[in-house]
């Protein structure tokens, strides 16, 4: 067995939201001796390569659609260069970094101890990092949290997948591409489709069925990608992919065969191909075998409410549980994991409430939800279920020609005779910053009768919300 060089009460495996999370709140405000240890960037996924930097490039790609629009208002406005994607990337990786750095610093304001490589465990106690110079230190700890997160997927059985890339290598591009392939259904693609398309790509979406957006209520489904496909974006539905292969004649482009509905084998060329097909856990080298942590079918942790594994001192949360993988969650689920662990008995059944965690797509337009979908619902409740609609059109768009116009849809879905709110479902402009204040009377049990006594701010698009009949 390796010498200990280093004990701690509280070992922490992955530096993104959810472990600095716990790590700071242990160490900081409860006085747990506390060491993280992260193998890439501080901040994880999200600051990194996802939430961070794709909300920056949401903001450009809504900027160019006001460009757009202005014209509507009547605005002139000549463009006399085409949108600088590299200075925008640099200038984008620029604000990372220095989150990075602000990461770091925090850690050092809560006294957690961090160290940067690659940890593994040894035993139930112990862990084992190699560092960047690769050296090694052993850990001996109380208390372990595994939080080290997931990672995009390419496809196995595919030839020539690696040539594409994934979310990771979106942030990554120099240049913007021409035209651009996404395949996929999740968030991830939808949004990612939208940022391209609204900053000059010629983009296409291909879906394994004929919508996406599937855990989503339907009518966000229906709705989104009919206002895709009216923007430009390019549908191919029930499509799967049999190769990838280097241009013969243009250097850097790709061709893609696949087919579609209304392809049997086709082949389009492409200077970017992304896969957003999902992700799996970071658990390869992480050790779990020999502390006896189990996972499920898709290789993640298995951890309860509580965030506990079987092993009586090691946790676990965040996306390599899988259980909701988005950050706002990874970092509740860290503070009262630390709290539980460290405040003393004021906390020992702290724990996070997985239910009506409200979530946002950045597409375009946005998608807000909360609570159970309409066939959700029927499916608990059955007759029970009242549902409340409306679709309109925002009054952004009162200047602008019928083509050009936007949709908004809202959906109220409510169960029982108090008819209480079990689900909100939003679309359109405005729909991020909106669900949050929504989502709080939700999470306090609102009923409809609570959302019509609320007086309208007029005008607004949020007043439907409180006006449905």
């Known amino acids: 067995m390796a010498p200990i060089s280093k004990e701690c009460d509280y070992l922490v495996i992955g530096g993104g939201s959810g472990g600095l999370a716990s790590a700071r ?23 990194n390569v996802g939430c961070v930097p794709k909300k920056v490039t949401w903001n450009a790609a809504a900027i160019a659609e006001t460009l757009h629009e202005a014209k509507a208002y009547g605005f002139s406005i000549k463009e006399t260069a085409p949108f600088d994607w590299t200075t925008f990337k640099h200038k984008r990786d620029a604000y990372v970094k220095r989150l990075n750095g602000i990461y770091a610093k925090n850690l050092d304001n809560d006294h957690v101890e961090w160290l940067h490589g690659r940890a593994h465990l040894l ?18 700890a109380k208390k372990i949290l595994l939080a080290t997160g997931g990672h995009p997927n390419i496809p196995k059985k595919i030839p020539g997948a690696d040539l594409g890339i994934t979310s990771d290598g979106f942030f990554d591009l120099e240049k913007r591409p021409e035209k651009v392939a996404l395949v996929g259904a999740g968030y991830i693609a939808v949004e990612m489709a939208g940022m391209f398309h609204h900053l ?5 979406l291909f879906i394994r069925h004929d919508k996406f957006l599937r855990t989503f209520d339907p009518m966000i489904q229906d709705k989104i990608i009919n206002e895709y496909e009216r923007q430009g974006i390019i549908i191919h539905r029930n499509s799967s992919q049999s190769k990838v292969e280097k241009h013969p004649s243009k250097d850097g482009w790709l061709k893609l065969h696949y087919s579609d509905s209304s392809t049997k084998e086709g082949t389009i060329d492409l200077d970017c191909l992304l896969w957003a097909i999902g992700r799996n856990p970071e658990v390869e080298d992480l050790g779990l075998d020999k502390a006896g942590v189990k996972q499920n079918e898709k290789g993640m942790i298995i951890a309860d409410d509580y965030q506990n594994t079987n092993i009586d001192n090691i946790y676990s949360l965040g996306d390599v549980c899988g259980k909701i993988e988005l950050t706002p969650v ?7 994991l630390a709290n539980r662990l460290f405040g003393g008995p004021g906390h020992k059944n702290a724990k996070l409430d997985y239910t009506n965690i409200p979530s946002v797509v950045f597409a375009h337009p946005e998608v807000g939800s909360i609570g159970l979908t309409e066939p959700a619902a029927r499916e608990k409740y059955g007759d029970e279920v009242k549902v409340y609609n409306t679709s309109f059109t925002a009054m952004y768009y009162a200047m602008m020609d019928p083509e050009e116009k936007g949709p908004s849809s809202y959906k109220l879905v409510c169960v029982g005779p108090e008819e209480k709110v079990v689900g909100l479902h939003i679309l359109g402009a405005g729909c991020s910053e909106m669900l949050q204040g929504f989502g709080v009377a939700i999470k306090m049990g609102a009923t409809k009768k609570d959302f019509d006594s609320c007086v309208a701010i007029h005008p607004t698009s949020a007043e439907e919300l409180v006006t449905l009949k």
């Open 25 to 47: 709140r242990a160490s900081g405000q409860w006085g747990a001796k506390t060491i993280a240890v992260e193998s890439k960037r501080l901040g994880g996924t999200c600051v």
């Open 330 to 336: 990874a970092i509740a689920a860290g503070r009262l």
């Open 123 to 140: 035993s139930k106690n112990e862990a084992e990092v190699i560092l960047d110079d690769g050296s090694k230190e052993t850990i001996r």
């Open 200 to 204: 000059g790509s010629e983009t296409h």
